[in-house]
T-cell receptor, first 116, second 113 residues
Framework: GDSVTQMEGPVTLSEEAFLTINCTYT??????LFWYVQYPGEGLQLLLK???ADDKGSNKGFEATYRKETTSFHLEKGSVQVSDSAVYFC???????????????WGLGTSLAVNP | DVKVTQSSRYLVKRTGEKVFLECVQD?????MFWYRQDPGLGLRLIYF???????EKGDIPEGYSVSREKKERFSLILESASTNQTSMYLC????????????FGPGTRLTVL
């Protein structure tokens, strides 16, 4: 079945460092891809998404490009801040279930800590 | 802004108790979801509902049931709580289309003693 694999954390960086969190997927169809972020003590919120190959999602200085040839959707940011400390989840949406609805397939999450 | 609220942020229950977790969304979304989140296991789908009175089992439905009598409300029920159900429970809602965002509540941290 479809699956998502994220790099394991925790990732620890200094402020202003470059961030990459790797995400690869397997899917039989043409999934939409998402990055969600969970700040401490909060629920998840959408960070960015891409719905087709070669799309680039971007938000708050984060970017990810949907690469069908490498089945990847790596998250990048050029200069991280302390406020970016959170858990990041990669997900795909391509599972047709009851009522023609879809559910998300989630990665395990990558914890990021940014030090001043 | 879409808002998803959950009835409690923290809950402590005893083994064998019946536990109700409530979730309410205010955006008329068709789909609602219950997940549990555990360290090292990510998010696991317990149940989801794609319309009123409709429900589908997720990946780990054992020990849980759900109820969706109104479109805005989705309840998760632990019929007889056990210690291995100690976890963070997250509710989410979404429009029907697969590319649409899932909106999450703040979570309920449940401890079963």
């Amino acid at each position: 079945g479809d699956s998502v694999t994220q790099m394991e954390g925790p990732v620890t960086l200094s402020e202003e460092a470059f961030l990459t969190i790797n995400c690869t997927y397997t899917a039989t169809g043409y999934p939409s891809l998402f990055w969600y972020v969970q700040y401490p003590g909060e629920g998840l919120q959408l960070l960015l998404k891409a719905t087709k190959a070669d799309d680039k999602g971007s938000n708050k200085g984060f970017e990810a490009t949907y690469r069908k040839e490498t089945t990847s959707f790596h998250l990048e940011k050029g200069s991280v801040q302390v406020s970016d400390s959170a858990v990041y989840f990669c997900a795909l949406s391509d599972q047709i279930v009851a009522g023609n609805n879809r559910k998300l397939i989630w990665g395990l999450g990558t914890s990021l800590a940014v030090n001043p | 802004d879409v808002k998803v609220t959950q009835s409690s942020r923290y809950l402590v229950k005893r083994t064998g108790e019946k536990v109700f977790l409530e979730c309410v969304q205010d955006m008329d979304h068709e789909n609602m979801f219950w997940y549990r989140q555990d360290p090292g296991l990510g998010l696991r789908l317990i149940y989801f509902s794609y319309d009123v009175k409709m429900k589908e089992k997720g990946d780990i439905p054992e020990g849980y049931s759900v109820s969706r009598e109104k479109k805005e409300r989705f309840s998760l029920i632990l019929e007889s709580a056990s210690t291995n159900q100690t976890s963070m429970y997250l509710c989410a809602s979404r429009n029907r289309r697969g590319t649409d965002t899932q909106y999450f509540g703040p979570g309920t941290r449940l401890t079963v003693l």
